[in-house]
């Protein structure tokens, strides 16, 4: 029996990097095309552009200026409203969180996936951005999760988060594991990016991302290990970190970089290590990416990595700065260890694939249509 599922435009509008997105379009490759549409009509998604899923308008984007995010948002939803109100689709699955839709879906089936509850356990952290007020933009996720028909949950450790903060039947809620391309990416460039040795930190460095304890952490490893490098991924170091990382007198042994997919391939390929010290996460994307590349990873006994990670991480309490200190230690002081966590991490990861991920998904679609 033939469907149609109507995505919209929210998450390709708010990411330009990001996991969430990034899973929106290795979906949407592997659900066949005549049974879905988006109503995106404006982007500066990255995985968007490369994956040709569908046309779109690229909005300014050599261009970065204060509600650029909010101005796209407003070009963008009429349309998606418009679409919603239509009715041409069996299934909306809504790919982020607004109450904007819920009136426009009236009895049709709707979808939700709930990749994180760090909006409601975190609550300060997003103070001055207009598109994520804290309190309002969790009750823009309860909303739509309550009105959802069925939400899908990104591992265990979500979906009891669900259940156990906001009381969501666990009868509606699907656990459905991201995936992982199985293959590195080819013709990569041998040469490595940062000479030295290096320990990798991916990714924002929110308050869940326990950023100041593992660079205190660092600190400590480089007493044993003086020419070692902490190479970050993401944004600038704001003003806050940069004082940060001058009190611990590591400045001068940190590098931060903006890399694409390739350029982080090649930071995974080359690392020591990679650390993930993060208190919470919904799933974990990068600790996949880091194991694809043979890279040992040491991370955080907390939330849902052990799910993703399972014996192929080497594990340290998220609050013990010594005791991430000693973790990480016993994987550089050891070719032996690392060895064995490398070899791991290469059975860990095919467990995770995204053609077993979309099956799931449109096992989900058919039983509620």
């Known amino acids: 029996m033939g469907m149609k599922i109507l995505f919209d435009h929210q998450i390709f509008t708010i990411q330009k ?19 879905w549409e988006s109503s995106t009509i404006i982007s500066n998604n990255e995985y968007l552009k490369n994956s040709g899923l569908f046309k779109y308008f690229n ?15 407003e070009m963008n939803m009429p349309f998606s409203i418009y679409k919603v109100k239509q009715g041409n689709y069996d299934i909306f699955h809504q790919t982020y969180f607004t109450s904007n839709y819920l ?20 609550a300060g952290l997003y103070r001055g951005n207009a598109l994520w007020t804290p309190g309002k933009f969790e009750i823009l996720q309860k909303c739509s999760v309550e009105r959802a028909d069925m939400v899908i949950a990104v591992s265990e450790n979500t979906k009891m988060d669900l259940v156990n903060a906001w009381n969501i039947n666990p009868e509606k809620i699907r656990v459905i594991y991201h995936g992982i391309d199985s293959e590195q990416l080819p013709f990569l460039n041998l040469e490595r990016i940062i000479p030295q040795p290096y320990v990798l930190f991916v990714g924002e460095r929110y308050e869940y ?6 660079a205190e952490s660092f600190r400590i490893l480089t007493e044993q290990y003086p020419d070692i490098k902490l ?3 993401g944004k600038k170091f704001s003003e806050m970190e940069k004082r940060l990382l001058s009190e611990l007198k590591i400045g001068d ?28 996460e919904g799933f974990g994307m990068p600790v996949l990416e880091a194991m694809r590349y043979d890279c040992p990873v040491v991370l955080s006994r907390s939330s849902s990595l052990p799910e993703v990670a399972g014996d192929a991480g080497t594990y340290f309490d998220p609050y013990q700065v010594d005791d991430m200190v000693e973790k990480m230690r016993s994987i550089i002081s050891s070719d032996t260890l690392r060895e064995q966590k490398v070899a791991l991490g290469k059975i860990r990861v095919n467990q995770f694939s995204w053609e077993k991920s ?5 096992a989900l679609y058919h039983d509620i249509i």
């Open 253 to 280: 042994k940190t590098i931060q970089i903006s890399a694409d997919e390739h350029s982080m391939a090649r930071l995974y390929r080359d690392a020591t290590l990679f650390a993930y010290p993060s208190i919470y």
């Open 358 to 362: 979309a099956k799931e998904h449109l």
């Open 209 to 214: 991302k326990n950023f100041n304890r593992f």
């Open 59 to 73: 909005f300014m984007p050599d261009h970065y200026f204060k509600g650029k995010s909010r101005l796209m948002e």
């Open 17 to 35: 990097y990001g996991g969430a997105s990034k899973y929106y379009c290795e979906l949407l490759k592997r659900i066949p095309r005549q049974e």
């Open 231 to 233: 190479v970050c991924t």
């Open 103 to 122: 009136k426009a879906v009236g009895k049709k089936k709707m979808v939700v996936t709930f990749h994180d509850m760090n909006h409601s356990k975190f």
